[in-house]
């Protein structure tokens, strides 16, 4: 039976312009996690597709990189009017993709999205180098910031859209091309981004080619792409570092995270209890920075995991339409099988206070679930889930309390609770990790950056450093003689 006669969409790689099949004619079926059904086929991208993408974005590189800024500004600008414009399409593609709830994706995800994309083209007209000077007699020096070239992009299934924004945007407001490859189970909104950005970008300046993680490796090992940039896994990000070292390429790495959130004596255990579990469930505990490691000082622990067990059990999963609830399913079957494994494989000293279990028996949803009595150095405390699984632990002193935070391999993002100004400022420097929330957790902003260190990656996303990853700086020497 074909695709046509199967009732399902065939998603194509877009490429200079236009919309191709693979060469040869390998697809992945790509399934909608809230139903367990397929709706779409997407091309298994091979050799030949990267090669077309590359050539496409390499011819288009010289002269995206000698527009002006004003001239990218307008591109960008009007990208963003044409996203808002779509938005409800784009809202029901990403919901088709992911199971998101419908009214989540149109209030929490097209909106900074848009924003962002607007961001960036203001920061298009920045691309500047510092003033001439004059360091050795007769002599001036000049720096120059330019674009770095063609970039390869690898985009995760935890948010497609938002994602594919943060990788593309800053990259061709700096003047670069892109070829960029969605997730293999989430290609579909964003191949409905390239249609619209199509209409009003330089062909070859954004493509897009569907594809598993050969598919991404050929991308990385290509020749032509001066720089590689991938949001995903740890293992993901050391494959591709390992990759692009053997031409070396620049690389933008944003991967894992594992969040403490440190919980002080002196914290308002019901305000911090609904800012943290909405934090910690949101998106199915599907992101990076996600809340989901609390450390809670020993005055308050009990009372603390009594009030999250509760709010875990208020908290909901179901389908994108139904608008009571917080999240929707995990993406695909491999996720459900790794946050059940976590909890299947808790050691006995650990309690499972709320949820533990998948939800229904269609659909890949899994209950809010909060787990207690933990030690340091159990799996599901050193190890990222990625799901919505929030656990606990307590701590006795503020040097415990920062052990136990930085005792991990990620360092991505963390979150203080206290009324204590000068502990916070404590507290922010002690916690090695790229972003330190304090009373509050997860808001993110275009002006500021998003990265980590150690096995996070390393590179920033939004912000005016993000902008500067795209970039290269060129010293210039001219003699006055």
């Not at 909104?189 to 970008?201: C, D, P, Q």
């Not at 002080?264 to 579990?277: G, H, M, N, R």
């Not at 139904?322 to 695909?332: A, Q, R, S």
Request: proline share 5%.
């Amino acid at each position: 039976m074909t695709t046509e006669q199967r009732g399902l969409r065939s998603l194509r790689n877009y490429i200079d312009g236009e919309f191709r099949d693979a060469e040869d004619g390998r697809t992945i079926e790509v399934v909608n996690p809230a139903t367990e059904e397929v709706f779409a086929t997407s091309p298994l991208s091979g050799e030949a597709d990267v090669d077309a993408a590359m050539a496409a974005a390499a011819a288009a590189f010289p002269a995206w990189r000698d527009a002006t800024p004003a001239e990218r500004q307008r591109v960008l600008l009007k990208i963003a009017d044409a996203v808002e414009e779509r938005a409800e399409d784009l809202i029901a593609a990403e919901s088709e993709n992911t199971g998101k709830p419908l009214e989540l994706v149109r209030t929490e995800e097209l909106p900074p999205m848009i924003d962002q994309i607007r961001f960036f083209a203001g920061a298009a007209r920045l691309l500047e180098g510092r003033a001439a000077g004059e360091y050795m007699d007769g002599m001036t020096s000049i720096i120059r910031r330019e674009p770095v070239g063609v970039c390869a992009q690898v985009a995760p299934w935890n948010y497609p859209l938002l994602m594919a924004v943060w990788k593309f945007a800053p990259a061709i407001a700096a003047g670069n091309t892109v070829v960029l490859k969605p997730s293999d189970t989430t290609p579909a909104s964003t191949l409905l981004l390239a249609e619209i950005i199509g209409a009003i970008a330089p062909k070859g300046v954004f493509n897009v080619i569907c594809g598993d993680r050969d598919t991404g490796r050929l991308m990385v090992e290509h020749k032509t792409p001066a720089m590689a940039s991938i949001t995903g896994s740890v293992r993901a990000g050391i494959e591709v570092a390992g990759s692009a070292a053997k031409d070396v390429k620049r690389v933008h790495l944003e991967l894992g995270g594992k969040a403490p959130v440190v919980v002080f004596e002196d914290t308002d255990i019901a305000k911090a209890v609904e800012e943290i579990s909405v934090a910690g469930y949101f998106n199915a505990g599907q992101d990076c920075t996600a809340a989901t490691r609390v450390i809670v000082h020993e005055s308050i622990h009990d009372d603390f995991v009594t009030a999250l067990a509760k709010a875990a059990a208020d908290t909901k999963t179901g389908q994108p339409d139904d608008e009571d609830v917080l999240y929707g399913p995990l993406n695909n079957a491999n996720q459900l099988a790794q946050v059940s494994g976590f909890i299947d494989r808790l050691p006995a000293h650990a309690k499972v206070q709320a949820g533990g279990h998948r939800v229904g028996e269609k659909g890949y949803f899994y209950a809010p679930t909060v787990v207690s009595g933990l030690k340091q150095d159990d799996e599901i405390i050193q190890n990222e889930v990625f799901g919505p699984v929030i656990t606990v632990q307590s701590f006795t002193d503020e040097a415990q309390a920062i052990e136990y935070a930085n005792g991990v391999d990620y360092a991505l993002a963390s979150s203080v609770w206290t009324k204590d100004h000068a502990r916070a400022m404590r507290m922010s420097k002690a916690l090695d990790f790229g972003c330190v929330w304090i009373n509050t957790h997860i808001p993110l902003v275009a002006e500021m950056p998003h990265g980590g260190f150690k096995q996070s990656g390393y590179g920033k996303d939004l912000s005016a450093y993000s902008f500067e990853d795209y970039t290269r700086v060129k010293h210039v020497m001219t003699s006055l003689g």
